[in-house]
Nanobody, 124 residues
Framework: QVTLVESGGGLVQAGDSLKLTCSVS????????IAWFRQAPGKEREFVAA????????DYADSVKGRSAISRDYAKDTVDLQMNNLKTQDTGIYYC?????????????????WGQGTQVTVSS
């Protein structure tokens, strides 16, 4: 079974940085695309970033493009999301997820395994 566990969230001030980590337990770690989504209270889950099979392809939502970086750590079987210059709009529960699709996508409905989420709160 594939298990995803997020960590690294917390309470920070606007302009600070956080590194979120998605720990992946899988026999085929590099066979799946992994994405980060977030959900604020009362809002729909939204795409944040994704890394394709391997680590050569990435995708970022416009809201975080230029200040976020997603990467795979092959030694630790993790997918990290480095977020810099955090904004209050970044507040939410962050989830990592796995898709079986060949290509990365931004639709949460196409991801079949999810972590429990980690809370990120950005104060002004």
């Amino acid at each position: 079974q594939v298990t995803l566990v997020e960590s690294g969230g917390g309470l920070v001030q606007a302009g600070d940085s956080l590194k979120l980590t998605c720990s992946v337990s899988s026999r085929t770690f590099n066979s799946y695309a992994i994405a980060w989504f977030r959900q604020a209270p009362g809002k729909e889950r939204e795409f944040v970033a994704a890394v394709g099979r391997g680590s050569s392809t990435t995708d970022y939502a416009d809201s975080v493009k230029g200040r976020s970086a997603i990467s795979r750590d092959y030694a630790k079987d993790t997918v990290d999301l480095q977020m810099n210059n955090l904004k209050t709009q970044d507040t939410g529960i962050y989830y990592c997820a796995r898709t079986r699709r060949t290509l990365m996508n931004r639709n949460p409905e196409l991801y079949d395994v999810w972590g429990q989420g980690t809370q990120v709160t950005v104060s002004s």
